[in-house]
């Protein structure tokens, strides 16, 4: 488990790290943006950046998707309603 958060961690210091200074040479280029939405900005742009790396490392070639083939799920389906016995309604 504490190796689990130490990489948490790590990963969202080196992020948020990326951010901060994507940030502040956003905001040295351009002093008109204030230095917080700046940052805010450096941020999401590394979230999105490592995201779409993310994505780009789990392609599969041709190839191998060919060779395994997805697994087949087969449902069963559902058991009609119960039919109760109901008892006659009493007329006033």
């Known amino acids: 488990m504490l190796g689990c958060v130490t990489v948490f961690g ?3 210091g ?3 790290g990326c951010g901060l200074g994507l940030g502040l ?3 040295w280029l351009i002093p008109a943006i204030d ?3 700046a940052t805010l900005s450096g941020l999401v ?4 950046a490592l995201l779409a790396f993310g ?3 789990t ?3 041709p190839l191998e998707a060919e060779e395994a083939s997805p697994p087949v799920w087969r449902l069963r ?3 009609g309603p119960s039919r109760a016995a109901r008892r006659p309604r009493k007329r006033p």
């Open 45 to 48: 742009a590394t979230g999105v």
């Open 35 to 37: 230095l917080g939405m």
């Open 10 to 12: 790590l990963l969202l």
């Open 25 to 27: 040479l956003l905001h």
């Open 77 to 79: 389906s559902l058991p």
């Open 55 to 57: 994505q780009l490392l």
């Open 59 to 61: 392609f599969t070639e």
């Open 14 to 16: 080196g992020i948020c």
